[in-house]
């Protein structure tokens, strides 16, 4: 069965850390770009970033870069979000999604996602 | 970074009748741009994948089309089960971007 599934969300507060991990099965994971999408509460969905098939690419939306950091594994078949210093307008549902093994590919793989609340 | 404006923001509609939602692009992005339904507390899935291709097991009702930077996704004769909020995405260049998302509500 192909599918992606986040875990690792939860509620902290501002300023503070969550790793966000993602566990793919059914397809071939080492080579497929990753991407995280967001979403706040009743919000559109956000572009956060992209991984490359070997790790070595990684590309950030303005609004996580230097905060946010991406990495796989894919000896585990797993992708991870390392987020730091938290800010309120990251609270959002994490999506891991894939296209394939091009960054420029239509997601046709989603997560279910997993909530990440940032508050005091 | 490039800017995806669909419209409308919502649509109220009766079952059997003909949708149409466009997004423009703020620049050309020749046809790679994909469209998305998701239902609520639903992940989002894949429709129509540069700009015209229908995705595989997508009912046929469903269609897009355009290039450079106006699209249009149409669904033709819509179900019930249709309602769902749907969202353009561009691939042309990253960062990738949504638009803001047209919510089709059944009357």
């Known amino acids: 069965q192909v599918q992606l599934v986040e875990s690792g969300g939860g509620v902290v507060q501002p300023g503070r850390s969550l790793r966000l991990s993602c566990a793919a099965s059914?397809?071939?994971?080492?080579?497929?770009?990753l991407h995280w999408v967001r979403q706040a509460p009743g919000k559109g969905l956000e572009w956060v970033a992209v991984?490359?098939?070997?790790?070595?690419?990684?590309y950030y939306a303005d609004s996580v870069r230097g905060r946010f950091t991406l990495s796989r594994d894919n000896s585990k078949n797993a992708l991870y979000l390392q987020m730091n210093s938290l800010r309120t307008e990251d609270t959002a549902v994490y999506y891991c999604?894939?296209?394939?093994?091009?960054?420029?590919?239509?997601?046709?793989?989603w997560g279910q996602g997993t909530m990440v609340t940032v508050s005091s | 970074e490039i800017v995806l404006t669909q419209s409308p923001d919502f649509q109220s509609v009766t079952p059997k009748e003909k949708v149409t939602i466009t997004c423009r692009a703020s620049?050309?992005?020749?046809?790679?741009l994909h469209w998305y339904q998701q239902k609520p507390d639903q992940s989002p899935k894949l429709l129509i994948k540069?700009?015209?291709q229908s995705f595989s097991g997508v009912p046929s009702r469903f269609s897009g089309s355009g290039s450079g930077t106006d699209f249009t996704l149409t669904i033709n004769s819509l179900e019930a089960e249709d309602a769902a909020t749907y969202y353009c995405?561009?691939?042309?260049?990253?960062?990738?971007?949504f638009g803001g998302g047209t919510k089709v509500e059944i009357k």
């Open positions: 999604a894939t296209g394939g093994g091009n960054y420029y590919n239509a997601f046709h793989i």
């Open positions: 059914g397809f071939t994971f080492s080579s497929s770009a």
């Open positions: 991984i490359s098939y070997d790790g070595f690419n990684k």
């Open positions: 620049q050309s992005i020749g046809s790679s």
């Open positions: 540069y700009a015209s």
């Open positions: 995405h561009q691939s042309s260049t990253l960062p990738l971007t």
